[in-house]
């Protein structure tokens, strides 16, 4: 644990146990802010600089969205956390190739959009608004918070032929537990931090931790799914891919790579093509 790290822990830690709420709140605070923005990677700049830069807006907040192609037959692709739209760079060109259009945006408080932080239903919100302006999707591509995002907007509606889930995020549950194991927090701050989650970002409805539970809802994401997940990923584990399967079941391939971790495996030739592959085998079933 780094030094700042350790500051946070001995400070909330203590201050949980005298008054548990405004230690609740300081760490929402620093639960929903990414911190940085990831910037574009020299491999990504020719695609990135090429797409159509198309201005979106959620609760105020001015956001980026990028399109390769008309939009029609769109693919849409969905960032983690710190992360952003440009990251799907190595799919754009292979989209293309099979006639489809690419569609994306840079989630609020990431990558050039403004705002300083997000949530699952901002994602949700956000993929609405291009589906109603393009039409639903042949599929959708994911990584990490993307996917616990598109899990939970396709359960509400949102209409897509297929979903890769690229080191996926199962449950939303997921983030307050990992965010204050990461930390060293305690039990009781992490008590105060999904009281506030629930809250401030979900108008105080408790039934969110099972409806942004893709495990909970697998009838009603009724599409094929592909789950590529690293064995090693030491941000989301391998058991989040592994419930998903056991919920899933036939309907979901779920393919376990090796020495990839949590960020590379987004660029990885051989699950570009895995991705891909599973896109195109939807589009020879569609043409039948």
Known sequence: MDPAQALIRTALNPAARIAPGPAGRAAFELFRRPLRRSRVRPAEQEVHHRAVREPLAVNGKPVVGYRWGSGERPVLLLHGWRSRASRFAPFVPRLRALGLSALAFDAPGHGDSGGRATSVLEYGELARRLQGRYGPFEAVVAHSLGVCAAFGALGDGLRAGRLAAVSGVSEVGFFPAAFCAGLGLDATVERELR?????????????????????????????PVLVVHDEGDDVVPLGQARRLKRAYGERLDLVVTRGLGHRRIVAEPAVVDQVIGFISAGLEVTAA
Do not use: M, T
Not at 196 to 218: M, P, S, T
């Open 195 to 223: 009281r506030r989650i629930e809250r401030d970002l979900f108008a105080g409805d408790a039934g969110v931790w099972e409806r942004y539970d893709a495990a909970h809802r697998a009838a009603a994401v009724g599409l």
